[in-house]
């Protein structure tokens, strides 16, 4: 199962920034926070990482709480083509290995 | 490059027919994966693939039939396959297991009559 919790869908007005939270209370302490995205009929597209630290690259920003129980991922000016359906993503270890488990994922409306 | 490339995109097949999806990507990468995902559904995860070797089977049905040749292809054998397996059949590649910045293909979508 799907170590994280999400919200199952959200609005955002176009331009302005989109906050996507994500739950992942029973981390380890080595795991990482991976954020993925898939836009209608595609495959799903990498975003953005973190462990402990904030991260940014041109996509997005990584909020990280300091107790790691849980996340944002910030779109800063999110556009009608950022309407999809967004995974928070922490790896579950199973026999053979590291596995990435998608959730239910948040589905971002981005509105005109 | 940093593609996945699935072929092909869309399979319609019988339920007696067997057929087979392939996947390749040209980054170097040492993991792939394949994934099903149904309407409305996040991707399940079906196999793991690392350096060529199956690590993972997530119990999946034996109608369902991995193989990776080399590093750079994964394939999926179909055979005898029921009209609820019908869904988008996802491809993806990592540098290693241990890394999830994983690249996905577009998908093949397979319809079971």
Known sequence: ?112 | DTEVTQTPKHLVMGMTNKKSLKCEQHMGHRAMYWYKQKAKKPPELMFVYSYEKLSINESVPSRFSPECPNSSLLNLHLHALQPEDSALYLCASSQGVQITEAFFGQGTRLTVV
């Open chain 1, 1 to 112: 199962d799907a170590k994280t919790t999400q919200p199952p869908s959200m609005d955002c007005a176009e331009g302005r920034a989109a906050n996507l939270p994500c739950n992942h209370s029973t981390i380890s302490g080595n795991e990482y926070v991976y954020w993925y995205r898939q836009i209608h009929s595609q495959g799903p597209q990498y975003i953005i990482h973190g462990l402990k630290n904030n991260e940014t690259n041109e996509m997005a920003s990584l909020i990280i709480t300091e107790d790691r129980k849980s996340s944002t991922l910030i779109l800063p000016h999110a556009t009608l083509r950022d309407t999809a359906v967004y995974y928070c993503i922490v790896r579950v270890v199973g026999t053979g290995g590291f596995k990435t488990i998608f959730g239910a994922g948040t589905r971002l409306f981005v509105k005109a």
